[in-house]
């Protein structure tokens, strides 16, 4: 008759996985036979020969070992009702070692918990804390990527965006748009940026820049701007958004712990391919409130600098707030329109006076340029 | 369910013969050839959850193949997708097998595959990851490793070292730690070793000739990175 094995016995003379038996118990101590019956006599060991532990790779067996030597034996007990049984037919004299079984198996699963426990707690401390935007870690971690990495990654995504897009290679508005640009950048002390700044045919009255230096002028923006002041001040603003890395910083807030692991680990491709992810929406990043006041404080500080008359800036606000919200897309998300002029108005008076340097293009020919654009939508 | 392997070394394939109506379930993709009398069933092995758990926790395939002999006894052809050696062995009810994720190839229908998730520092140390497989049950179960499979006997209380990324299976009554393959963290390192599982018996160990981590960094040299 084959019985079921409920242990594996492991000694001199059987196979090294065990050798599968079946294990019965009563008062006189621990009967086994194989389950096919051959192999001999059944084996009855006396509970005095024993010696019992805990063991297995969880801890999660019982171990019970008698002899010595070629004659050694260790039984492994698995099932929960015959290590439940055991423990209720051994006498006394095993119960100091059925106590220290128990505690060992007590210690491993405490310990199991404990680790477990604290590295969840851990990873979710570590997330509420990006969770509920702790600045601290996220500039601790922006503070560590190379400015290479920043502009390779720009760059990817600048590439992908352009590769579905018009872009304008010449024309008044391409000039004008660079003059903008070579005249701000070179006002930009210990510049570590090479910005690059296109011109996309585009109805939207917007701009946006990239990680990295890489910087978008949509046509209907040029079309809106009333004079190249005002458009030259949306420039600021944006370089100025690459300046401070406000764009690593969403980026990293919005990928949270994945980020800063491939920022820690040095993995700048597992970064590239996070920030791949996010595609476009990279590109249109809500930046915080306190992020559009920096820009724009330091983006009129850096129109003063560059000799380009401020109030352009001020007067796009001013018309914003002024103006159909729902037609006019720039900065919709961003702080009161009216509020922004108000505040650039004082950071301009306690700006030194500097008379302002006209630009080299005349601004009708720039939008008389643009007149037969085809919007693309 | 019979079985037998063709082609030892490097390139081996597994015959299994099914009486009719008996099933074996394969990794994913396994199948190379089978008799007109074998039916090709997709299942989630324990159910959704455990399918899902499984996919998620320790990288296995969501799906095993379910070859049936439906229609009458037949055999089915199986291979794994890395070269190296294939193992059977048989389970009896109470062996229990811990297998590293890609170690699983084929298991006849009374093999239960779960995931289990392993202790803390074992998981994130061990470079099994979190989740490996616990292989138990009855039936005969195929094993896979690459390169070649070695088998490690252990005696009670006997101790042996191993690479971590050579491990294939290892039977549940064995126990292990992870350590430093050195006395300090620097030789550990650069003995190109770094932390090695110090297995104790009683129990066997499977491990693997070559480590895939290694194999994958060499070949990596040789691709061009598109930029």
Known sequence: MTLTPNALCFGDGLPAAGAPCVVTLSAEGVSMRSPDGAGGADETVAFSALSVAAGGLDHDQLVLSWGSGLSARTLYLKDPALIVAFRRTAPLELTAHLERAAEQVRRARHGHRLWWGGAVGLVVAFGLLLWLGSDVIVEWAVARIPIEWEQKLGETVYRDFLSKETVLKTGPAVGAVEEMTQRLTAKIPDNPYHFKVSVVQSPVVNAFALPGGYVVVFTGLLKKAESGEEVAGVLSHELNHVLQRHGMERMVKMLGLAAVVSIVAGDQQGLIGLARQLGLELATLKFGRAQETEADVTGIKLLSDARIAPDGMIRFFERLSDSDKGRVELFSSHPMSAARAERLKAELAALPQRSPEPFGFEWAAVQESLAGTEPKQ | ?227
């Not at chain 2, 079985?3 to 394969?26: C, H, Q, W």
């Not at chain 2, 009810?93 to 006849?108: H, I, P, R, S, T």
């Not at chain 2, 803390?120 to 497989?133: N, Q, V, W, Y």
Request: with cysteine.
């Open chain 2, 1 to 227: 369910m019979k079985s037998e392997i063709l082609y030892p070394g490097a390139f081996p394939m597994v015959r299994v013969y099914l009486n009719d109506g008996e099933t074996v379930k394969a990794e994913s993709g396994a199948m190379v050839a089978a008799s007109p009398t074998i039916d090709i069933e997709s299942k989630m092995e324990g159910g959704f959850l455990g399918a899902l758990s499984r996919k998620m926790l320790s990288g296995e395939k969501f799906f095993f193949q379910t070859l049936r002999a439906g229609r009458g006894a037949g055999e089915v052809l199986l291979a794994p997708t890395v070269p190296g050696e294939i193992v059977v062995m048989d389970l009896d009810g109470v062996n229990e097998y811990m297998v590293q994720k890609d170690g699983f190839l084929a298991g006849a229908e009374g093999v239960k595959i779960e995931s289990k998730m392993q202790s803390f520092t074992r998981g994130l140390l061990g470079g099994e990851g979190f989740f490996i497989l616990k292989i138990s049950g009855t039936g005969q179960l195929i094993l896979n490793s690459f390169g070649a499979v070695h088998k490690i006997e252990l005696d009670p209380d006997e101790e042996y070292i191993v690479d971590n990324s050579h491990l294939v299976a290892w039977t549940a009554t064995t126990t292990y730690n992870i350590e430093k393959a050195s006395s300090g963290w620097i030789a550990s390192l650069t003995s190109g070793e770094g932390l090695v599982c110090r297995f104790r018996g009683p129990g066997v160990v499977y491990i693997q000739s070559r480590n895939p981590g290694s194999f994958g960094a060499w070949i990596r040299q040789f691709i061009p990175v598109s930029e």
